[in-house]
């Protein structure tokens, strides 16, 4: 069965500081993965997702994730963190074994940036 | 920017009662998905619709659950006779593509059962 795990609940960073959300994940083939945001009473939003090429995948508000293969990892970082930044990320990877394309999240790691 | 939009923001209900959720995905999206998280845990999938009828659907989603996409443009989740345990945040999603095209999620609909 297709799994990912976040084994942070909570990071906390100095803003300014780089940050890095770890997510680790277990598939049957190539993965699919994704990195959603959610604020505060709202929906999530898409950051980035990879699905093949390079290893390193920039997306939204300056975040990147890379694809490790070898250690099956797939870490969301920012080089310089912002108070604004403060919220739950979750780690996602698309069920290749299901019928469609639904996906799969970890338990997500609240991201806490301190002024 | 085309968004998935969600009504109501937060429905109160009494256990037992019907309850209605609705969403209008992205226009040329193809897939429809609903998804829910119970306070404090992680996004779990419900059921997925395609073509006018469901893909996939989990185990949470019995037979007190349906969808419909009554029209061209809203994607419904109805929960027959809501139990506390349905209380959750559920979150509407749409894709253009099944396979490599990113979900994009509404900003969801608070149901809380008394």
């Known amino acids: 069965a297709q799994s990912v795990a976040q084994p942070e609940d909570q990071v906390n960073v100095a803003e300014g500081n780089p940050l890095t959300v770890k997510c680790t994940y277990s598939?049957?083939?190539?993965?699919?993965l994704f990195w959603y945001v959610q604020y505060p009473n709202r929906g999530l939003q898409f950051l980035l997702k990879?699905?093949?090429?390079?290893?390193l995948v920039k997306g939204s508000y300056g975040f990147e994730a890379e694809f490790n293969k070898s250690q099956t990892s797939f870490h969301l970082k920012k080089p310089s963190a912002l108070v604004s930044d403060s919220a739950l990320y979750f780690c996602?990877?698309?069920?290749?074994?299901?019928?469609?394309?639904?996906?799969?999240f970890g338990t997500g790691t609240l991201l806490a940036v301190q002024p | 920017e085309p968004e998935v939009t969600q009504t109501p923001s937060h429905q109160v209900t009494q256990m037992g009662q019907e309850v209605i959720l609705r969403c209008v995905p992205i226009?040329?999206?193809?897939?429809f998905y609903w998804y829910r998280q119970i306070l404090g845990q992680k996004v779990e999938f419900l059921v997925s619709?395609?073509?006018?009828?469901?893909?996939?659907k989990s185990e949470i989603f019995d037979d007190q659950f349906s969808v419909e996409r009554p029209d061209g443009s809203n994607f419904t989740l109805k929960i027959r006779s809501t139990k506390l345990e349905d209380s959750a945040m559920y979150f509407c999603?749409?894709?253009?593509?099944?396979?490599?095209?990113?979900?994009?999620f509404g900003p969801g609909t608070r149901l809380t059962v008394l």
């Open positions: 990879y699905i093949t090429g390079d290893n």
């Open positions: 999603a749409s894709t253009r593509d099944s396979f490599t095209d990113t979900q994009y």
């Open positions: 226009s040329n999206h193809l897939y």
């Open positions: 598939v049957s083939g190539n993965p699919y």
């Open positions: 996602a990877v698309r069920d290749m074994g299901g019928a469609t394309n639904k996906l799969i």
């Open positions: 619709f395609y073509n006018n009828e469901i893909s996939e």
